[in-house]
């Protein structure tokens, strides 16, 4: 730049200088800016007012988050062990499960054993099948301490009484009464005359007579010194050794507390079981909560089964026959055009009223065509099943 030379005008550059009012202009601008500031005042006191709103809000809604936290965390915990009562109920249910199997198990070996040896010389022996029947508990057996022997075994006694079947032929029925006074009065008159409905008929009363049946005892001592091992398994080595695993793992084992002494192992390799035979009485005990062993063999982990033992002995058998008080059966009931439900009704009609030597009847049972089997138990004399078929 020359700086010799003469200055520019600030109009050749595109700027004027325009003089203000030093009086005038500066009120009117005060005015506004006083007016503007008033405005900026209200406008901050708003945003103010927004912020402290959004603060309560947040404040509002942090401790509704943490209230929503707090029960979801109660929630999952109630489902937690929601979950753990279901699995430590399932667990128990799966234990009376294969406890169970085990007693079926124990229960056909049983039966097996007595068709075995049975003689067929014996001229008292009886040979005949018989209907289901379901084992009843009665009571657990108490069992004295002799001096140091004490006795941790469980003695439970069963009673068995069979379902005896009776085969209802074509045209016949069956009445038990209330009072089995009523039941002797009518096979005493024998005949009847009974309406049914379009035509009288001539029936027959006969004594009701029930085939063999049984009833005993089962007697279940489970021990509490022995174990039952299964799922042993088939390895290269000697039996002795196998045996000699087996009784260092169970007498050791962690997950049952340890076994402690054992007294005896027998081990049949063939079927991959065998049997554990603790010093102490009732550390078989500790084996009961638990159905599944890791086992480590040949540098190999295995899972075998663990069950109780269970011994089973038959007392008190005893074979019946017997005539039933309170059942009578009817033959001779002619085929109507009825159906046999409405037949059945006139039937109970007709043996119900005093004046017909009847009485009160608890259950009847008639058969138009075909056959049906009616069992009757020991203990009741009453009907409790029926299998009809075609004679």
């Known amino acids: 730049m020359d700086f010799t030379s003469p200055p520019l005008s ?3 550059n595109g700027f004027s200088m325009v003089p203000t009012d030093p009086l005038g202009t500066s009120l009117e601008e005060m005015e506004k800016l006083k007016k503007e500031l008033r405005i900026w005042k209200i406008r901050v ?4 007012k927004v912020k402290d709103d959004f603060i309560c809000a947040k404040l509002r809604a942090d401790a509704e988050c943490d209230r929503a936290e707090k029960k979801l965390t109660e929630l999952k915990e109630q489902e937690k062990q929601r979950k753990d009562r279901i699995t430590s109920c399932e667990q128990e249910l799966l234990l009376l499960k294969q406890e169970n199997t085990e007693l079926k198990k124990e229960i056909e070996k049983l039966k097996e054993d007595l068709e075995e040896h049975r003689s067929q010389d014996n001229p008292l022996e009886i040979t005949k099948k018989v209907a289901e029947m379901k084992l009843k508990f009665t009571h657990l057996e108490e069992m004295k301490d002799h001096g140091a022997n004490v006795d941790m075994d469980t003695h439970c006694v069963f009673g068995v009484a069979t379902k005896t079947p009776f085969r209802l032929n074509q045209n016949q029925a069956l009445l038990t009464f209330e009072d089995e006074e009523v039941a002797q009065r009518l096979t005493k008159m024998s005949k009847h005359c009974v309406n049914l409905d379009s035509r009288t008929a001539n029936v027959t009363v006969k004594p009701f007579e029930l085939d063999m049946g049984f009833q005993f005892e089962l007697h279940v001592t489970v021990s509490g010194k022995k174990i039952n091992i299964s799922d042993i398994p088939e390895l290269p080595i000697p039996e002795d050794w196998m045996r000699d695993k087996l009784e260092l793992h169970f007498y ?8 402690g002494e054992i ?8 079927s991959g079981t065998g049997v554990i035979t603790f010093l102490k009485p009732g550390a ?3 084996f009961v909560r638990c159905t599944k062993y890791p086992f480590c063999a ?6 075998i089964s663990v069950s109780p033992h269970f011994d089973f002995h038959l007392r008190k058998f005893q074979a019946h026959c017997k005539v039933s008080k309170k059942t009578i059966l ?10 046999e439900e409405s037949v059945q009704d006139m039937i109970e009609i007709h043996f119900q009223k005093p004046s017909n030597g009847g009485g009160e009847i608890e259950k009847i049972k008639y058969i138009s065509r075909g ?11 009453n009907a409790s099943s029926e299998t009809t078929g075609d004679s």
Request: charged share 40%.
């Open 371 to 381: 056959a049906a089997y009616v069992c009757f138990e020991e203990d009741t004399e």
């Open 45 to 48: 006191e708003d945003v103010e």
């Open 284 to 286: 078989s005990y500790n």
């Open 10 to 12: 600030l109009q050749d």
């Open 330 to 339: 009817l033959k001779g009931v002619p085929e109507v055009e009825e159906d």
């Open 252 to 259: 050791k084992t962690e997950q049952a507390g340890g076994g």
């Open 263 to 270: 007294e005896k192992v027998t081990y049949n390799k063939g």
């Open 298 to 303: 040949e540098e190999s982990w295995f899972i």
